[in-house]
Nanobody, 125 residues
Framework: QVQLVESGGGSVQPGGSLRLSCTASGFAFEHYAIGWFHQAPGKEREGISCISNVDNSHYYADSVAGRFTISRDNAKATASLQMNNLIPEDPGVYYC??????????????????WGKGTVVNVSS
């Protein structure tokens, strides 16, 4: 059974930090790109950071570049997203997924890919 389980969400003040984790099981994690997708309240879900399974190349959306860092550990079948300097635009649900495409222009996943159920991030003073 394929599973992606996110953890690490919570509530922080602006400028604070959180570290999200994604634990994978039921498939060959090392053969898949992995990414984080953000759905802000009332908005569509978008890929904000992804990492390749081939060469560990990264993609970061402009909204998070310089503040967020993605990493993966194939031996543990996990991925992480270190989120620093959180701002009021960052709240929402963060999903871990296996994107079908990563490039300099974005990372994309659809219903055919593997998805977690999400973890909630709140940023408020």
């Amino acid at each position: 059974q394929v599973q992606l389980v996110e953890s690490g969400g919570g509530s922080v003040q602006p400028g604070g930090s959180l570290r999200l984790s994604c634990t994978a099981s039921g498939f060959a994690f090392e053969h898949y790109a992995i990414g984080w997708f953000h759905q802000a309240p009332g908005k569509e879900r978008e890929g904000i950071s992804c990492i390749s399974n081939v060469d560990n190349s990264h993609y970061y959306a402009d909204s998070v570049a310089g503040r967020f860092t993605i990493s993966r550990d194939n031996a543990k079948a996990t991925a992480s997203l270190q989120m620093n300097n959180l701002i009021p635009e960052d709240p929402g649900v963060y999903y871990c997924a296996t994107p079908y495409h990563i490039s300099d222009h974005g990372c994309f996943a659809d219903a055919q890919d593997y998805w977690g159920k999400g973890t909630v991030v709140n940023v408020s003073s």
